[in-house]
């Protein structure tokens, strides 16, 4: 599992820069917040959502007024609650990276609104189940995740940085479980600060 996450982050960074030099202005920052989580599938039964934290940094690489690049690295506390004669709750922790592809509108407010979907890939950090004991599930697991991410946020420029809000509802292409049918469900509420490394245009964050 390090070694493709160390993978992933290398591609990453050998691409940045080529990124950057296309790039009409580059914003850079940290964002945090919430996760509502559950698993979906035919072997999922008695299950409720499981909140965690959802927390990292992002860059994001602007062409135009509209279009940008956005990769994140997110640590992401997933899981579900299932209720039976007892409740118990499953705790599954990723390092994420998305890559999303951002359309934002506009450019002659403060207010920035978007729209964004792209994938992203999850490695498995822990995943365990807590009942007053803990039962150790990794070993049982797929140490990679993939999933889609489909969300809109608002920007607020103050001063030279930018305040950021969004939603994000991601959706997982594989199950957990090689042996089950359980894939994570997500929906992410979270708030950041990003500050320019590189502006063309004073004004403009996107």
């Known amino acids: 599992m390090r070694g493709r996450c160390c993978v992933v982050l290398l591609l990453i960074a050998t691409l940045m820069p080529g990124t ?115 039962i150790d599930l990794k070993d049982h697991s797929r140490n990679v995740d993939v999933g889609v991410v489909i969300g809109a946020g608002l920007d607020y420029e103050l001063g030279s940085g930018v305040i950021l809000l969004d939603a994000r509802w991601e959706l997982g292409l594989i199950s957990w479980n090689q042996d089950l049918n359980a894939k994570n469900n997500t929906l992410s509420f979270m708030a950041g600060y990003g500050f320019p490394l590189h502006r063309q245009e004073p004004g403009n964050l996107r």
């Open 20 to 134: 950057v030099s296309y790039a009409r202005d580059v914003t850079v920052g940290i964002e945090g917040g919430i996760n509502v989580a559950n698993f979906t599938g035919n072997d999922v039964y008695n299950n409720s959502s499981n909140t965690g934290l959802i927390a990292g940094i992002f860059a994001r690489f602007a062409w135009s007024d509209y279009w940008s690049l956005q990769p994140e690295v997110l640590y992401s506390q997933r899981g579900a609650t299932y209720t039976d004669a007892v409740t118990t709750e499953q705790q599954t922790d990723y390092i994420e990276v998305p890559l999303l592809v951002r359309f934002a509108w506009g450019s002659d407010s403060f207010f920035h609104p978007a729209l964004f979907v792209g994938p992203a890939v999850g490695f498995l950090l822990r995943n365990r189940i807590v009942d007053g004991e803990e």
